[in-house]
């Protein structure tokens, strides 16, 4: 079973180097994400969320290094598939039920509109937005 400091090696050497639209380190943002979550599994969701759809592991990659087959279950459903529209992909975590998925999204979104907002990228945040009204329900309904 992976640790939380397993995870966090794993994201810090997948992202090495990568800068997000204001320069600054990528992995600032799946920290942020992972340390917004509760528990052990959410943590290393939000750690890797951005993994695989950024550099080049794979899922199999993430299961050979020990990542628990829940975890990458819900990584599956956050990473966003070339070719699946913005609109399908957040529907397609709302409708899965999968609770990590569903946490890591939200606090994913929460912190894409802080950057969003913080840096005038209006669009990104109309599109975050919309995100939210999706999934904020089902994970407040929970609470």
Not at 29 to 49: Q, W, Y
Not at 120 to 142: C, M, N, Q, R, S
């Amino acid at each position: 079973m992976i640790t939380i400091e397993d995870a966090l090696r794993i994201a810090v050497d997948a992202h090495d180097g990568q800068k997000d639209l204001d320069g600054k380190p990528v992995i600032l943002h799946p920290l942020t994400v992972g340390l917004a979550s509760k528990n052990r599994e959410e943590i290393i969701a939000g750690f890797l969320h951005d993994v695989v759809e950024d550099t080049d592991i794979t899922f199999d990659d993430l299961l050979s290094r020990g990542v628990d087959e829940p975890i990458v279950d819900a990584l599956r459903l956050l990473t966003h598939e070339k070719g699946t529209s913005y609109e399908a992909y957040v529907q397609r975590i709302a409708e899965s039920g999968n609770d990590i998925a569903l946490h890591v999204k939200f606090n994913d979104l929460c912190h894409n509109l802080q950057r969003g907002r913080a840096g005038g990228y209006w669009d990104i945040v109309a599109k975050h937005e919309k995100a939210l009204a999706v999934i904020e329900p089902l994970v407040e309904a929970e609470r």
